[in-house]
């Protein structure tokens, strides 16, 4: 069963990319991509984005969509990543990448810095602040990066690195969404 989204803005605004009916799989909304995308309207064109837990690709999309220059989606489930293949060619979208990988096996790779980064991790199974951690400790952001992170509205902030800003949160059910800027050390 294929299931679709609408994206909503830039060059493919309108256009739909298709996703695997895929466990865990929980497409970031319209309306929450909409905020988020409000709130990074300065920061995509040109950018590089990192789109971590890709799942749908919707994020990865979007960035492309209002002319960010390179994405590079992370998924580890093959099936979700033939479809974002899949929907790459369908747009012509040479600027993205995508890797089928699971997250901290990439991050344990020569990293590449991004300016802006994506993370949407499987809720309740501990990879959120792990996964921040990593990206800021392995060096994989830009100076001034915008970081991304869609979770559970209980998660600790607790051990997110002590560099990066909190701009933005908000909440909808049981979903948090917050826009993070990293700070110099």
């Known amino acids: 069963m294929k299931n679709k989204l609408r994206i909503i803005g830039g060059e493919w605004r309108s256009r739909h990319i298709l996703f695997s009916d895929t466990p865990e799989l929980r ?12 709130w990074l309207q300065y920061d995509i064109a040109g950018s590089r984005c990192l789109d971590l837990y890709a799942g749908s690709g919707a994020l990865g999309f979007e960035s492309a969509s209002r002319g960010a220059k ?19 060619d369908a747009f012509s979208a040479n600027q993205m990448k995508i890797v089928n990988s699971e997250v901290f096996r990439f991050l344990a790779g020569d990293p590449d810095t991004f300016d802006v980064a994506f993370l949407d991790p499987p809720f309740a199974k501990g990879l959120a602040v792990q996964t ?54």
């Open 27 to 38: 497409p970031t909304p319209a309306r929450v991509r909409e905020t988020l995308f409000n």
């Open 132 to 185: 921040c951690e990593w990206l800021e400790d392995k060096e994989w952001l830009a100076k001034d990066a915008k970081i991304y992170l869609e979770s559970e509205s209980n998660l600790s902030l607790e051990r997110i690195p002590e560099n990066w800003k909190l701009l933005r949160e908000k909440q909808t059910g049981e979903v948090c969404y917050r826009l993070f800027e990293r700070t110099h050390r």
């Open 70 to 88: 390179q994405v590079v989606q992370v998924e580890q489930d093959q099936q979700a990543c033939r479809q974002l293949k899949t929907n790459a």
